[in-house]
């Protein structure tokens, strides 16, 4: 059998955001071909002599492009807030296309439009080619990737300000070694929530690679935040307002910060990307 991932990515520098699907393309390509399949990864090109499964693929449907039949669609988006009740878009994709979901709570607003086929729960889970990022000099105490709004700068603003003067770093859309570069020399990992109330499912997506790497995470929580549930046992989530306290407590505890990683580490590697594939297609 031969599968085919697809990522549908418009050349506008808007879109380089769909390269944060890369890590988990990557593992999905490692999975198929560690369990027999012959498995491609391409931009933008449908192979109708395979299995595709399409990331990105509302970008490419609102575009004008159409998939085969028997084309899986893998959604990475957050829907958990909204209703699909009259999106024609979704509507129509669920009536049409096979669909796997990261995210439990997605599927729950999936099941509400009555897809064709069930929905797939096909989580972010681990391959040993995401363990990719150097060992190096940790000389960056804390480190943000992502968007920069206004609350996300306060609450940067309050972690770099607290009385230890921890360095504080953050950068957006940068991908491939340029980000590893910067999450090599990082003692801490945050992840900030989304500035959208829209947008409630925890960030697995992001955090996913920086566990594979053995990095140490502190997260932010808040109310309504859906976490799936081995990662609410073992990651760091904390209140804004605690953000500063616990980041200096792992900034200046190299052991306890080892061994939180490590645990971390091996709480996802639990999560087996050939196992996902495996309860699929037998």
Known sequence: MKINLVLFKPNIPRF???????EVIESLQWGFNSLGFDCSFVINEINSSCINIVFGWIPALLNGNTFPKGTILYNLEQFSRESMRGNSLLEKVASEYQIWDYSTANIEKWNEISPQQ?????PIS?????VKIPK??????????????????????SI???????SVISISNSWGSQRDKFISRSKILLNISNENPSMTIFEIV???????????????TYPGLEVEEDMSKILK??????????????????????????????????????KVIHNFFN
């Open 16 to 22: 380089d955001i769909l390269n944060s699907y890369l």
């Open 118 to 122: 069930p929905i797939y729960y096909a």
């Open 126 to 130: 681990f391959a040993p080619n995401l």
């Open 136 to 157: 190096n000099q940790e000389d960056i105490d804390i480190l943000y990737i992502g968007s920069l709004g206004q609350k996300r700068a306060e609450k940067l603003i």
């Open 160 to 166: 770099s300000s607290s009385p230890s003067r921890n």
């Open 206 to 220: 992001r955090v996913s690679y920086y566990l594979a790497n053995k990095k140490a995470v502190i997260c932010e």
């Open 237 to 274: 989530f904390v209140t804004a307002d605690k953000l500063p306290e616990e980041c200096d407590i792992l900034v200046h505890d190299a052991a306890r910060r080892q061994d939180y990683a490590e645990a971390c580490f091996e709480t996802f590697c639990q999560r087996d990307v050939k």
